[in-house]
């Protein structure tokens, strides 16, 4: 089967630019999850979608960051304005029961 | 609150050496526990989990975890390494819901 897709890959922006991320999960997953991978550290959630709804975001900052998954299938990521400190990798994973997580290959930021 | 500490942030190792990477971790409920593997430029892959039954959990590539309740620890280990194990692990603790609390990462660097 395929895996959890997103793009893009790479991106640079200036601070105080708006950037979105793409994430298609597998196939039949219903749970779909944002991390953010700051360097030297583990990912840290920003959101859990259950289809379409949220079921966490606790830790998304919600003044820049938002988040929708709007027909349950795949979610968009978006930052506006960037700040140096969103510099990351930014995971996307999906799963079907609450446990076992499948990841993508992540998006790279880089804020300038 | 859940919460996980891995113990060493760089671990080098001679080919063939033993290996164990260690992971501990803080709840107040039953947990699953996990640890997922991210080799360079690629994203995080599951390389074994404890959900419940037997504490002594193994993975294909011959890496093994026990989940010990008493000293909340789920260690990684590896009687033998190979070059190709070089790579980042994540130790990662799951209380319900999917929601995952991940530590900062074991660099495993494997040296001829």
């Known amino acids: 089967e395929a895996g959890v897709a997103q793009s893009p890959r790479y991106k640079i922006i200036e601070k105080r630019q708006s950037v979105a991320f793409w994430c298609n999960p597998i196939?039949?997953?219903?749970?779909l999850y944002w991390y953010q991978q700051i360097l030297g550290q583990g990912p840290k959630l920003l959101i859990q979608f259950q289809n379409n709804g949220v079921v966490d975001d606790s830790q998304l900052p919600k003044d820049r960051f938002s988040a929708e998954r709007l027909k349950g299938v795949d979610s968009t990521l978006k930052i506006q304005p960037a700040k140096l400190e969103d510099s990351a990798v930014y995971l996307c994973a999906s799963s079907l029961e609450q446990s076992e997580q499948y990841f993508g290959p992540g998006t790279r930021l880089t804020v300038t | 609150a859940q919460s996980v500490t891995q113990l060493d942030s760089q671990v080098p190792v001679f080919e063939e050496a033993p290996v164990e990477l260690r992971c501990n971790y803080s709840s107040s409920v039953s947990v699953y526990l996990f640890w997922y593997v991210q080799y360079p430029n690629q994203g995080l892959q599951l390389l074994l989990k404890y959900l419940s039954g037997s504490t002594l959990v193994e993975s294909i590539n011959g890496f093994e975890a026990e989940f010990n309740k008493s000293q909340t620890s789920f260690h990684l280990r590896k009687p033998s390494v190979h070059i190709s194990d070089t790579a980042e692990y994540f130790c990662a603790v799951s209380e319900s819901a999917g929601k995952s609390t991940f530590g900062d990462g074991t660099t495993l660097t494997v040296k001829p």
């Open positions: 196939s039949g997953h219903a749970t």
